[in-house]
């Protein structure tokens, strides 16, 4: 009974495993991405940063949008009057803008196929990564010609 439920559980959460994670990614590594949306967050909640990055990557998965760049936090304080006297009330305003980078979705697939594919998957993605971020460096004119193609190279007998 107890491995019939724990299938079925399973089965259910397979499809939110399977879609790409919202990832929060610094302001530079979103050059060749499209933007999306702009949002603020306002949290007067002890743990804000945590809260807020949570509707973000809500917010950003409800439109499509696979990365994050936090732009802005601000935190205002204000004293408001209680029952004891007065205290403190911290806001905090984290805003971020949501792109479209194109980061590979995980197709749905069964557990076996998916813990089967698992280390692959993750292998070539990090060289494509990798070729990605060596052409951007040579793009930028911060790696020469000789030292992208022995990078390049490198990378290529990785696989």
Excluded: W
Excluded at 49 to 78: F, M, P
Excluded at 97 to 103: A, K, N, P, Q, S
């Amino acid at each position: 009974m107890k491995i019939k439920m724990l299938v079925t559980s399973l089965t259910l959460l397979l499809p939110l495993f399977a879609q790409a994670e919202v990832q929060l990614v610094e302001a530079g590594a979103v050059g060749q991405c499209k933007k999306l949306d702009h949002q603020v967050c306002t949290s007067t909640k002890t743990d804000a940063d945590e809260v807020c990055l949570e509707r973000h990557k809500e917010s950003a998965a409800e439109v499509g949008a696979d990365a994050i760049v936090v732009i802005q936090k601000e935190e205002t304080r204000q004293r408001r009057p209680s029952l004891t006297g007065t205290k403190t009330v911290i806001k905090t305003d984290i805003t971020a803008d949501y792109f479209d980078c194109g980061l590979p979705e995980a197709p749905v697939e069964s557990v076996s196929q998916k813990v089967a594919n698992q280390v692959v998957i993750r292998d070539l993605y990090t060289i494509e990564d990798r070729l990605n971020v060596l052409e951007t460096l040579k793009a930028k004119g911060l790696v020469s010609d000789e030292e992208y193609n022995q990078k390049r190279q490198d990378i290529l007998s990785d696989l």
